[in-house]
């Protein structure tokens, strides 16, 4: 993790010298979502905390977050791509209609034009 995320990682070693500095759990994991300040982080300290109070798993409290942050993601990915839609609007009436009423209707046009010269 230090490669992948070095700022989280650094967040973490200090949530660790702070427990072994003597301070309690609850209270080096509020500090850690104090520094961080995300709401995601806010999430997991809650967790966490309630899971040392109350002597619950913390594997399934965990698997259970980790589920709720797939279920947020995907509503997230749901509601982009609901207002997707919206967004293409305007480039589909400006930019790709046009070029496809030439295409579709140029052939169209120059058999009327020619048959209105040969005509006259």
């Excluded at 995601?40 to 409290?61: P, W």
């Amino acid at each position: 993790m230090r490669h992948a995320r070095p700022e989280l990682s650094e967040e973490f070693a200090l949530t660790g010298l702070a427990l072994r500095g003597g301070s309690s759990r609850a209270d080096a994991l509020r500090n850690l979502s104090q520094r961080v300040g995300l709401k995601d982080i806010d999430a997991l300290v809650s967790m966490l905390v309630q899971a040392d109070r109350f002597g619950t798993s913390v594997s399934e409290s965990l698997a259970v977050h980790a589920e709720a942050l797939r279920t947020q993601r995907r509503l997230r990915a749901e509601e982009a791509g609901a207002k997707l839609p919206v967004k293409l609007l305007m480039p589909l009436i400006f930019c790709v209609f046009p070029s496809l009423l030439t295409v579709l209707l140029g052939p169209v046009a120059v058999t009327l034009v020619r048959g209105f010269v040969q005509t006259v």
